[in-house]
């Protein structure tokens, strides 16, 4: 399977917005779950948004009404937008779609 690649991060100041890009296999993109994680230094990978095959969309509290996750199946990308950026949303976001990770993107957000 082929591995997601994230782009898009970057630094931000703090109530500012990033569009994060998730680019999948062609092959994989209608069949599988794609989602977002972060990982911020000392923590444990957490969970951020998702986008089910059919349409379906969920969000992690700590995001939800900030971030918006799309599909855009022309171009079998996911975009995570990221709007109201808070200094705790610095982390290093991974998408992960199907069984596969990207390298992950930094998002770094200054106060």
């Known amino acids: 399977q082929v591995q997601p690649v994230e782009s898009g991060g970057g630094l931000v100041q703090a109530g500012g917005s990033l569009r994060l890009s998730c680019l999948v296999s062609r092959s994989i993109f209608s069949t599988v779950t794609i989602s977002w994680f972060r990982q911020a230094p000392g923590k444990q990978r957490e969970f951020v948004a998702i986008s089910t095959t059919l349409g379906n969309t969920n969000y992690a509290n700590s995001v939800k009404g900030r971030f918006t996750i799309s599909r855009d199946n022309a171009k079998n990308t996911v975009y995570l937008e990221m709007n109201s950026l808070r200094p705790e949303d610095t982390a290093v976001y991974y998408c992960?779609?199907?069984?596969?990770w990207g390298q992950g993107t930094q998002v770094t957000v200054s106060s």
């Open positions: 992960r779609g199907g069984e596969s």
